[in-house]
């Protein structure tokens, strides 16, 4: 396995990937929650809250042919760029292109889930800080600065931590319902390698290989990310 080029390129791609969904996916949901937390207008709030939440709940089987046929050489961004006398740009042919589309894909479908549990963090906020503070005359920026943010701090470690166990995990449904042989070199993750190498190739032993590599190095992860987070979070199951 550590002798095919192939096997490492995907192992790095893998790597790549999981780390810029797991700095995107954190920074994203606790951005918009400090954002919406500031609307006090209830019902615009929770239609928003749910609006977010909703691509949650779609399959990548579904929105995968949904941005195929957005993102395609005749799909509707095209379409629109050539209105405008642009160049096409092919979204779903280039590595480099490949990999952005799937991180904010992936920020997309997944932020609201995490917006909602910052909300929850928020909501346990004393409001008597917040009536002490407005009565010494602090604005909405610095009760944000120094008020909210230091009372998620704590859920946000938990949520980047543990997260980082599945960092070998760069998303199987979203890039095979997604990605083509024009983009292996950089949209290849582990996952799909081991689907493609075993099943379809059937070269058993190598694909065996790759996912007990995998499971080994994901179970240290999570034993060293959950370390991080009883030490620093004061996280713990057991």
């Known amino acids: 396995m550590f002798h095919d080029p192939v096997a490492l390129q995907v192992i790095w791609n893998t790597l790549l990937i999981a780390v810029l969904k797991i700095i ?15 609307v006090r207008r209830m019902l615009f709030k929770r239609t928003v809250q749910s609006l977010v939440y909703l691509p949650h709940f779609i399959n990548w089987v579904i929105l995968g042919g949904i941005l195929t046929d957005i993102l395609s050489t005749n799909g509707l961004i095209n379409q629109f760029l050539g209105w405008l006398g642009l160049n096409s740009i092919d979204f779903l042919q280039s590595g480099n292109w490949f990999r952005a589309i799937l991180i904010i894909s992936d920020v997309w479908k997944e932020f609201g889930f995490g917006t909602i549990l910052y909300l929850a963090a928020m909501a346990g906020i004393n409001p008597n800080m917040y009536e002490a503070a407005d009565i010494d005359g ?23 931590t543990l997260s980082l166990g599945n960092i070998l995990n ?65 996280y713990r199951i057991f």
């Open 138 to 160: 602090a604005n909405n920026f610095q009760k944000a600065i120094y008020m909210t943010i230091p009372a998620v701090i704590p859920i946000a470690i938990v949520l980047v």
């Open 24 to 38: 995107a996916g954190s920074i994203a949901p606790f951005a918009f929650a400090l954002l919406l937390n500031e």
């Open 170 to 234: 760069a998303g199987f449904d979203q890039v095979f319902n997604m990605y083509n042989p024009l983009v292996y070199p950089k949209g290849d993750i582990i996952d799909t390698y081991v689907y493609r190498v075993g099943l379809q190739q059937g070269s058993f032993s190598l694909a065996t290989a790759v996912g007990f590599f995998k499971s080994v190095i994901g179970f240290i992860l999570i034993a060293t990310t959950y370390r991080l987070a009883a030490k620093y979070a004061n």
